[in-house]
């Protein structure tokens, strides 16, 4: 890893780089946002900056604004599904990161109890990310 550049061994930046498969949501020159594979609820949002940063902390704060602006507007779309939702941020192991590149999940509620306990979440299928991507789209 270089210090601007992506990590060889990181999900995100091959995401970033199309080397991998995603279900974009959301897309500037900055940052990206991608459907969650592993959702805690239905349309669970995950928010990037392009550019591999392990930690919030590490986000050069020039880039605060960009990144910002592409949360709140991710954040808008996300209430398209549900005006409820948290906004998360894990930094570090034990606080529950499993992906060492900077990113917020945007996780909608719709009354059920608490998306976060220890429990098998399913794979997201293309059908129903077919029809998630058709309702947060850009309209």
Known sequence: MTENGPADDCI????VARR???WIVYEDAKCLAFLDLFPFTRGHL???????VPRLTELPRSEYEEFFHALATVCRRADRLS???NVALNQGARAGQIVFHLHFHIIPRYGEPNPFHQSARNRLSDTDA??????LGDG
Do not use: Q, T
């Open 12 to 15: 995100f930046c091959a995401i």
């Open 20 to 22: 991998a498969p995603a």
């Open 46 to 52: 995950l928010v990037i900056p392009k550019r591999h």
């Open 83 to 85: 005006p409820d939702y």
């Open 130 to 135: 077919r029809a998630l991507l058709r309702e």
